[in-house]
């Protein structure tokens, strides 16, 4: 069956196993050039994993409560984290780097957000509101509050032109940032979204939902695209592939699904977690993706889709299922998480017996950051406002720029 298997696509593998953190894992984000990944967690810390340094992550602990989100700007200069202490902190990655943090909501944060130009921030949060910040002056600009309930999360389009919040009123709604209006509505009558994300070209929207579904919605045109139910618990969190081809999906149930949008089906169910999977993402170039979950475990995948070929799926699946290993992280024995085997032809792997998997990075060094105000290893005034000040200077230039070009 070897000789049967070459040729055929290559499979996702795990590259890293890291532990760290003392609580859930709740989101999850690579830095833009991909070589970082930051953490945030219900230990009320967010911790940079240098993937070219193991031996070197830095824990930054400033929250006084749960951390619920935690974003880069698009240069990567800049963390932003969401904390259930109605806290936003802005930081630079580093030791020494400057910090600032201001109330952002009257109740717990959510999520965090930056625009594409990385001027703009978006929070969401319990008290029923998404609102954009000016980051260089921390600085609110306007707010979206037709909410009835909690908003679980809220994204810049690609573009950076729309706004889409996910609410535990069951509604997935998106505003233009220009005029503050809601242009689109769609409801969920079964369960609320949990979260959701932009396909690349900005112009379809996956929903993670509670009632075990993933939505793909066409924005402009308001309908359903797409309904996959692949998980057998609630969804937590989707990612796309930067190619727009495939979606990432983590749930309850304790696996992690990749779908082939194309064809309209899952092709990869991925364990190895042994609790609920609460955030996924991809790098810039896809090349990569990490999982994380409640479980406190960080898996670093290599994703191999640039080699997928659909038309070698179902002679692959079919080898697969008769006992023979695509892949060093292949495993032959079936899921416990109770996810249907009817119509499922999805390739299986479970890396709790690869190298990867059982050389877990546990014994690197983590350095400690505080970001209070006042801390000498991280928090200076004196540079905070002067940085603030050329922050806010550039801000001015760009809109002089912006209305130059309008005239």
């Known amino acids: 069956m070897k000789n049967e298997m070459q040729g055929l696509f290559s499979d996702p593998a795990l590259e890293r196993h890291f532990t760290g ?42 929250h006084s409560a749960a951390v619920n989100g935690v974003a880069w700007s698009p240069k990567g200069n800049l963390v932003a984290s969401a904390g259930h202490d109605r806290t936003v902190k802005i930081w630079e990655p580093k030791v020494r780097g400057v910090s600032g943090e201001f109330v952002a909501h009257g109740k717990a944060v959510r999520s965090v957000d930056f625009d594409p130009t990385g001027h703009l921030m978006l929070t969401a949060s319990d008290d029923k509101s998404a609102k954009i910040w000016r980051v260089a002056r921390r600085q609110f600009v306007t707010s979206f509050a037709q909410q009835n309930n909690w908003v679980r999360c809220a994204k810049f389009s690609p573009n950076g032109q729309l706004v889409a919040t996910a609410s535990d009123d069951k509604s997935v709604r998106i505003y233009d940032v220009d005029s503050g209006e809601c242009v689109r509505t769609f409801t969920e009558e079964r369960a609320a979204p949990r979260q959701l994300a932009w396909h690349p070209w900005g112009n379809m929207l996956a929903v993670a939902l509670g009632c075990n579904r993933i939505k793909i919605f066409d924005v402009s045109g308001s309908q359903l695209l797409q309904l996959y139910v692949v998980h057998s618990a609630p969804v937590n969190d989707v990612a796309f592939h930067p190619s727009g081809h495939f979606l990432l999906s983590g749930s309850d149930d304790r696996t992690i699904r990749i779908l082939d949008l194309l064809e309209g089906r899952p092709i990869y169910t991925l364990t190895g977690h042994t609790d609920a999977v609460n955030a996924v993402a991809f790098t810039r170039d896809g090349d990569k993706f990490a999982t994380g979950g409640s479980d406190r475990q960080l898996l670093v995948w290599q994703s191999n889709l640039h080699t997928y070929d659909a038309s070698q799926f179902e002679a692959k699946s079919a080898l697969v299922s008769s006992g023979c290993d695509t892949s060093a992280a292949s495993s032959k024995q079936s899921l416990a998480s109770g996810a249907s085997k009817s119509n499922d032809l999805s390739i299986r792997i479970d890396p709790r017996q690869s190298m990867a998997f059982q050389a877990s990075e546990e014994n690197f060094q983590v350095l400690d950051v505080s970001l209070e105000s006042g801390s000498d290893s991280c928090s200076c005034a004196a540079q905070l406002e002067e940085i603030s000040k050329l922050l806010a200077l550039i801000d001015e230039r760009v809109r002089r720029l912006e209305g130059i070009y309008s005239l």
Do not use: K
């Open 21 to 62: 953190h003392s609580g859930s894992i709740t989101q999850l984000r690579f830095s833009p050039d991909g070589a970082q990944i930051a953490t945030s967690s219900s230990d009320a810390s967010v911790i940079l994993w240098n993937l070219n340094q193991a031996a070197r992550c830095i824990r930054f602990v400033s």
